[in-house]
């Protein structure tokens, strides 16, 4: 047997271990992460393009890159959803030392996430830390690098604080993280390429004291990234071509996977935020590539090709690359000290595959379906992809006249996917009859089958957000009128469904009839008489007619008949069970 990854053992969450054919054990994909930075849209969707399975990436505020191209609210809502659609994670940074009145402002500034299904924060402020574990139930906590987690103790007050996962330090040897998993059992997320900071992270002021901006609040300056002379009773020690003293090498891990995998990292985390879509994408590929070749073959077969150490050289180059704290405490190879190349040939082949293959290209999720076309009868499709299954129904299909639809005719027509995230995977096409339908109703049977698959696979994250304790009935009077004792402690504001239904709702159309409190409980019952199904009958408690709903075949003749207009026709069962009439349809016939 192999030796390979023993603390993966039966995986995250128990998951067994699988042989490989070859009398070594193979772990499942799942039971590690690959991490990817997003400074921007493109670098995130570039960053699953190229095999990452979860991104972290800065909102409009409280980020440790304020310079990065963050995303708005609306962005980053689109980002979730994007990253959900795609069976990817995304995780949020809000791990800048917050301001006292800032705090108040973290609520509304979470909410539209947490509701669209914001996998994690990753936090440092032990506030916010608090806030988010008191207000956003069930939102996972990421104990941020700055943190400082350097052992097993500061992992253990965490993970009972409610961390899911710590970061650790990037000085932390495999030994250290290993008595870290050994001793807490909690999630690990390790740094494994990019830069290093010279300081304990989160622990720097050198750019606060030298230039007045604190990396603590996102706005680093990067001191040690300048050149120095190291002074010692007047004389200047280092050499002219040697001052960037400071100034530490990118940190590369490929050759060292194997021992950080079986330390007990689970989340092999990229450094990168202000890097350009392209370096994210280059990174991501060849660590995803390793990845897959370790947790297939384990350690007999793993081996790194030099050519990809020299493929992540020409995408970004410090004057090579260190294996950080890993394996040594500390050392004087571990710094660039000279300046980095003002100008370098790239290498354009390079950059044109990656752009092509990860950058530009459209990420698709194949999905298998059926449709069966039935004369007389609706046109359905169903459709499954991301363990969601969805059935639409269309117009009703003809009996044709000259020519008749064939299977070759009808997938032809279906298979056209063009923009949206799906790809095929398997049509299978259902004939009965001499069918025909138009063109332009296949079409839109295909366009709704698709958008339901989509809403269905994103809206199995959606959540709501709690509220916050209503201090004053007039703090939220706008938006809370009908809140009873609004002052009690325990009283909360639950903000409105809207984010929730806009991301939910399918248009659906389930008809049914109601009668409302304007029934008068005629003698007559003329409602009753033309009934065809015995559906409709008086309550004597409170004197108005009843609808059996199962009975009911929503056929509308005892709204016709009438006479007081008590009988109306509902549409969505949403609204009907909405007290205060607040779900209506708009102009695309959703809630």
Request: contains cysteine; glycine residues 10%; aromatic residues 8%.
């Amino acid at each position: 047997t192999q030796e390979g990854a023993s603390f993966l053992r039966g995986g995250r969450d128990g998951e067994k271990e699988k042989k490989n054919g070859k009398g070594g054990t193979r772990m499942r994909r799942d039971a590690v992460e690959i991490l990817a930075p997003a400074g921007s849209w493109e670098s995130m969707a570039a960053a699953f393009n190229a095999g990452a399975d979860a991104v972290y990436i800065g909102g409009s505020r409280f980020g440790a890159r304020a310079f990065a191209d963050n995303l708005d609210e609306a962005r980053m809502v689109e980002a979730i959803r994007y990253a959900h659609l795609h069976g990817r994670k995304l995780y949020m940074t809000v791990n800048t030392l917050m301001k006292e009145e800032e705090l108040s402002e973290l609520y509304a500034y979470l909410k539209p996430y947490y509701e669209a299904g914001l996998d994690a924060v990753i936090v440092q402020d032990m506030g916010v830390f608090s806030f988010v574990k008191q207000y956003f139930p069930g939102l996972h906590i990421h104990a941020s690098t700055q943190m400082t987690v350097t052992g097993a103790e500061g992992a253990k007050i965490l993970a009972a604080l409610g961390a899911e996962r710590v970061v650790t330090a990037r000085e932390l040897s495999l030994e250290e993280i290993r008595r870290i998993h050994r001793e807490t059992g909690v999630e690990i997320e390790s740094f494994v390429h990019g830069a290093l900071c010279y300081c304990y992270s989160g622990q720097c002021l050198l750019s606060s004291v030298i230039g007045g901006r604190s990396g603590n609040r996102g706005r680093c300056a990067q001191p040690c990234r300048l050149p120095y002379e190291v002074k010692k009773d007047g004389r200047t020690l280092n050499r002219r071509d040697e001052r960037y003293v400071l100034s530490l090498k990118d940190l590369c891990t490929l050759k060292l996977l194997p021992d950080i995998l079986e330390a007990g990292v689970y989340s092999l985390k990229i450094e990168g935020r202000m890097k350009s879509p392209r370096y994210t994408a280059g990174v991501v590929s060849i660590y995803r590539k390793y990845v897959d070749k370790y947790l297939e073959s384990g350690r007999e077969g793993y081996r790194v090709d030099p050519a990809d150490e020299k493929q992540l050289l020409e995408l970004f180059d410090r004057g090579g690359f260190t294996a950080g704290y890993y394996r040594e405490h500390n050392g004087r190879d571990m710094v660039a000290l000279k300046e980095k190349p003002a100008f370098r040939e790239g290498n354009a082949a390079l950059f044109d595959y990656l752009d092509k293959t990860y950058v530009n290209a459209a990420l698709k999720e194949p999905m298998t379906g059926c449709v069966r076309l039935a004369v007389g009868c609706p046109a359905v499709l169903t459709l499954e992809s991301g363990g969601q299954r969805v059935e639409v129904t269309g117009e009703t299909v003809l009996e044709a006249l000259n020519r008749p639809m064939d299977e070759a005719a009808v997938a032809k027509q279906m298979k056209k996917t063009g923009n949206t995230p799906f790809t095929w995977e398997r049509l299978t096409v259902e004939l009965d009859g001499q069918v025909f339908l138009p063109v332009q109703a296949l079409n839109d049977l295909r366009r709704r089958g698709v958008e339901a698959l989509e809403r269905a696979i994103v809206g199995e994250r959606l959540r709501l957000a709690m509220g916050l304790p209503c201090r004053s009935a007039a703090e939220h009077a706008p938006l809370s009128d009908n809140i009873e004792a609004a002052d009690q402690p325990e009283t909360y504001y639950t903000p409105p469904l809207i984010n929730v239904i806009k991301f939910a709702c399918n248009g659906c159309t389930e008809k049914r009839l109601l009668v409302t409190e304007g029934c008068q409980g005629c003698l007559a019952h003329p409602c009753e008489e033309v009934c065809p199904k015995d559906a409709i009958k008086l309550d004597r408690y409170n004197g108005r007619s009843h609808i059996d709903q199962e009975k009911c075949i929503k056929c509308g003749r005892c709204a016709e008949v009438c006479a007081y207009n008590a009988i109306i026709t509902q549409q969505r069962p949403c609204a009907v069970a909405c007290g205060v009439d607040a779900i209506h349809s708009d102009a695309n016939g959703k809630a």
